[in-house]
């Protein structure tokens, strides 16, 4: 059983283009979640998603940020017009709700750099 | 916003002592989870207490959970340079959203 896999792991972008991140849930998963990270620090909410829906964005910058979690395929966080202060490293992670209990499953992350 | 709070932010001690770290959180929880992330990867689940327990261990870690005085400690014995990461706590506050805190960053000092 393969473990959540994000691509690209490094993606370098010129600012004012779009950025696209995946994430493949671990087989049997159906929540993703998505955060940010900068640099020395922790990591920062910004979005949750079952399939089909988004259940929690408030994390996430109302402008630019975009977030889907189709029935078929990975999850997709999109960032457009990026600027430097995208620069992060990205996680993801997938859970399986077993009630209140949810152990969560981490990617390796995406470093995107704004150039 | 409801997240954790890990204290200290930076621990440094020699290896083969014990570290130990904590949380504090603000409401009421149904579970509490530690997280560890190695330099520049991604987080790993170490283990996870219930609100109605009040210790756990598993292999060298030790976690107490408090919820009258709304903090969970994490005990590492015998510590190895291996344990040199990030620890983070994810308390459930009885949604199904994970949220973390600053982290406390721990070295360990061969």
């Known amino acids: 059983n393969a473990g959540v896999m994000q691509n690209p792991r490094h993606l370098v972008r010129r600012r004012g283009q779009e950025a696209r991140l995946r994430c493949s849930p671990m087989?049997?998963?159906?929540?993703v979640y998505w955060y940010r990270q900068l640099p020395e620090e922790g990591l920062k909410f910004m979005v949750y998603?079952?399939?089909?829906?988004?259940?929690?964005e408030s994390g996430m910058p109302k402008e630019r940020f975009s977030a889907e979690f189709p029935k078929e395929g990975p999850s997709i966080l999109r960032i457009q017009q990026v600027v430097r202060g995208d620069s992060a490293a990205y996680f993801c992670?997938?859970?399986?709700?077993?009630?209140?209990?949810?152990?969560?499953?981490f990617g390796q992350g995406t470093r995107l750099t704004v150039v | 916003s409801q997240q954790g709070e890990e204290d200290p932010q930076a621990l440094s001690i020699q290896e083969g002592e014990n570290a130990t770290m904590n949380c504090s959180y603000k409401?009421?929880?149904?579970?509490l989870q530690w997280y560890r992330q190695n330099s520049g990867r991604g987080l790993v689940h170490l283990i996870l207490?219930?609100?109605?327990?009040r210790e756990k261990h598993s292999g060298r870690l030790r976690v107490t959970l408090d919820t009258s005085k709304k903090s969970s400690s994490l005990l590492i014995t015998a510590s190895r340079a291996a344990d040199t990461a990030s620890y983070f706590c994810?308390?459930?506050?009885?949604?199904?959203?994970?949220?973390f805190g600053t982290g406390t960053r721990l070295t360990i000092i061969p």
């Open positions: 409401t009421s929880i149904n579970n």
């Open positions: 992670a997938s859970s399986h709700y077993r009630g209140e209990n949810t152990e969560a499953f």
């Open positions: 207490i219930r609100s109605n327990e």
């Open positions: 087989k049997g998963h159906s929540h």
């Open positions: 994810a308390p459930n506050f009885g949604n199904e959203k994970l949220t």
């Open positions: 998603l079952q399939k089909e829906n988004i259940i929690d």
